[in-house]
């Protein structure tokens, strides 16, 4: 089971300086800000418990920063992290970045698909003509690289002791293993099986296989309709998550 602390979700954005303004036991300081998502995950552990899951595992995606001036950043989520080590209700923690509100590609990486955003909406025509007009400063574009966000999980790596899941560019059995190497014990990937839900075992058969997705992101426009990657000729709905893969 995991639950989702990041991206500005809900419980993610009570954590951002930036979107919780609230001057009550939930607002300002860290420990505050942390008070509503360490709840969640208390009564997560809770539930399973209750419904006999010994062996269910119980994991959370954090942002490590949020990518935008005033949004949750290190070292501040490095602190969290700590907190959510030292309440003891998580079996692993995935480590990720970036606001689906706020600076969406920051997670992504790549091309910026917004013009295929807007004719997909199934939204009023004027908000597709707005997201036409200003979707180019909306969806910012980096450059992607493989293991992109190893840098700063690299930091998480070195205050934790728990189990620690990386994602971002991990597509090949070269950035699996040097994950291992970096001592993270999982790591997560969503584009590149969602180009080829089959990618674990062709690595499986030929350790120098490579993805074949081309991090052109035009999936995320893919949402509305049913996610799909548009290179396939059958395309399957259905929402994709990411698989977590053991390190060995």
């Known amino acids: 089971i995991e639950v989702h602390l990041g991206h500005n979700y809900l419980p993610s954005s009570f954590l951002s300086p930036r979107l919780n303004p609230r001057t009550d036991e939930f607002g300002g300081s860290l420990a505050n800000r942390a008070s509503f998502p360490r709840r969640i995950l208390a009564a997560v552990r809770e539930a399973v418990a209750e419904a006999g899951g010994g062996q269910v595992a119980v994991l959370a995606k954090m942002n490590m920063r949020d990518g935008y001036r005033g949004g949750f950043d290190l070292p501040e989520s490095v602190e969290f992290a700590r907190l959510l080590e030292s309440d003891g209700h998580l079996d692993a923690l995935e480590l990720t970045g970036g606001s689906s ?12 698909p917004y013009r295929e955003m807007a004719a997909n909406m199934p939204l009023h025509p004027v908000i597709r003509m707005g997201m036409r007009m200003v979707g180019k400063g909306f969806f910012k574009e980096y450059p992607y690289k493989p293991l ?96 977590l893969l053991p390190p060995s």
């Open 148 to 243: 992109y966000f190893l840098d700063n999980a690299r930091e998480f790596r070195r205050a934790l002791s728990m189990p620690l899941v990386l994602l971002g560019g991990v597509t090949d059995l070269t950035g699996m293993r040097t994950a291992m190497d970096e001592g993270f014990e999982y790591v997560a990937m969503a584009r590149a099986l969602l180009r080829e839900p089959d990618l674990v075992n062709r690595l499986r058969a030929d350790p120098s296989a490579v993805s074949r997705c081309t991090h052109c992101n035009l999936c995320m426009s893919t949402i509305y309709p049913g996610t799909h990657c548009h290179l396939d000729a059958e395309h399957v709905y259905g929402e994709a998550h990411p698989i």
């Open 101 to 112: 509100f706020m600076n969406p590609m920051y997670l992504f990486r790549g091309d910026a």
